[in-house]
């Protein structure tokens, strides 16, 4: 039997993930709903900021689970497919910028969605949270 070793996304990188996000939110005056998932996409961390839109919490978990099943950011999802496998997973697969992958080392550790600002802010504040923690923020 072979065995694979493997990066895991802890709670401490989440919780200063998420101040990180919050402090750039505060910044820029956009408060933010922010979901930090692991690579199986299991909740570690999210917060809805005063003042951000209670929808937002939604399509930052599906932004979330987006950018760690597919390992890459959520707006890859290509336009034609949108509906369909958006339909096809519940909505927990979107193609709403704000979703990046949180990739250490070469190894993707889960993802963050970012939801309640334009699409340009909510990927700034998202990576914001990838450059607390030194994650891959090139995608």
């Known amino acids: 039997m072979n065995f ?3 990066l895991n996304l802890t709670h401490q990188a989440s ?9 750039k939110a505060e910044e820029i005056n956009q408060p933010q709903c922010i979901v930090i ?4 996409g299991e909740l570690l961390a999210e917060i809805k900021m005063t ?3 209670f929808l937002s919490r939604k399509s930052a978990m ?4 987006t950018a760690a099943s597919i390992r890459a950011p959520s707006s890859n999802i290509p336009e034609a497919v ?3 496998i958006g339909a096809a997973t519940g909505g927990n697969v979107t193609g709403l910028s704000g979703g990046l992958p949180i990739i250490k080392d070469g190894i993707c550790v889960g993802g963050i969605g970012v939801g309640s600002g334009s699409p340009e802010q909510d990927v700034q504040v998202a990576i914001a949270a990838l450059d607390a923690v030194g994650a891959d923020t090139k995608f």
């Open 82 to 84: 949108r509906p369909a």
């Open 4 to 6: 694979q070793t493997s």
């Open 37 to 40: 998932v692991d690579a199986s």
């Open 62 to 65: 599906s932004k979330a689970l």
């Open 51 to 53: 003042g951000a839109k």
């Open 15 to 23: 919780l200063s993930m998420l101040q990180a996000a919050v402090n």
